[in-house]
């Protein structure tokens, strides 16, 4: 069965220290993966996607992931944290079955604090 | 370019009640999905429409809850009588017609149901 699995349910780091944030999936086919932020208050914001291609992708905010296929994984990184990054982090991984019906599975989400 | 737009943002009602929630895609955007978390859990998938016909709705949990989106633009979901296991935050999505992952996520409402 198709699964995403993130985990680090929460994650705590000081203002300017590196971020990585593990990210595996369960998928049969080449996956579409996709990072996903949810600041307090707000909607689910896409930070970058993996169609194909560079393996290494650039998102909005200073982001980035790694496609590794070797280990089903895509993590999220960030060289310097900002304090405005505190938030809660989805991946998911797009899954279309036979009938090309299409939506996203998720991981459980990763809460992320930072210390000023 | 208004984004999805959901009302309301919170609702709070008792077992037994019905509740409808109400999400505005962003214009033109062909498909609409919806979403749920329950506390401690994944986003799970609800259900798919494009336009005003429902593509997949292999996701909605029993047939107390009725989607609907009349003229292929706004959707409601009406819950019907509302169950405690039904609390959660429903996230509504729209995408357009040819880049189906390319998914915006309105604020979400979240349902208490006491």
């Known amino acids: 069965a198709q699964s995403v699995t993130q985990p680090d349910i929460h994650i705590t780091v000081s203002e300017g220290a590196s971020l990585e944030l593990r990210c595996n999936y369960s998928y049969g086919a080449t996956p579409y993966l996709f990072w996903y932020v949810q600041s307090p208050g707000q909607g689910l914001q896409l930070l970058l996607k993996y169609f194909s291609g560079d393996t290494l992708v650039q998102g909005i905010k200073g982001f980035e992931a790694e496609f590794k296929r070797s280990q089903s994984s895509f993590n999220l990184r960030k060289p310097s944290v900002h304090w405005s990054d505190a938030a809660e982090y989805f991946c998911?991984?797009?899954?279309?079955?036979?009938?090309?019906?299409?939506?996203?599975?998720w991981g459980l989400g990763t809460s992320l604090a930072v210390n000023p | 370019e208004a984004g999805v737009t959901q009302f309301p943002s919170h609702s709070v009602i008792e077992k037994g009640q019905t509740v409808t929630l109400r999400c505005d895609p962003i214009?033109?955007?062909?498909?609409l999905y919806w979403y749920r978390r329950v506390m401690g859990k994944e986003i799970k998938f609800l259900l798919h429409?494009?336009?005003?016909?429902?593509?997949?709705e292999s996701g909605m949990p029993n047939n107390r809850f009725l989607a609907e989106r009349t003229g292929g633009t706004y959707s409601t979901l009406k819950v019907q009588p509302a169950e405690l296991e039904d609390s959660g935050v429903y996230f509504c999505?729209?995408?357009?017609?040819?880049?189906?992952?390319?998914?915006?996520f309105g604020p979400g409402t979240r349902l208490t149901v006491t």
């Open positions: 429409f494009v336009k005003e016909s429902k593509q997949d």
């Open positions: 999505a729209s995408s357009p017609r040819q880049a189906t992952y390319e998914q915006y």
């Open positions: 214009s033109g955007h062909d498909n």
């Open positions: 998911a991984v797009g899954s279309y079955n036979a009938g090309n019906n299409r939506k996203l599975i």
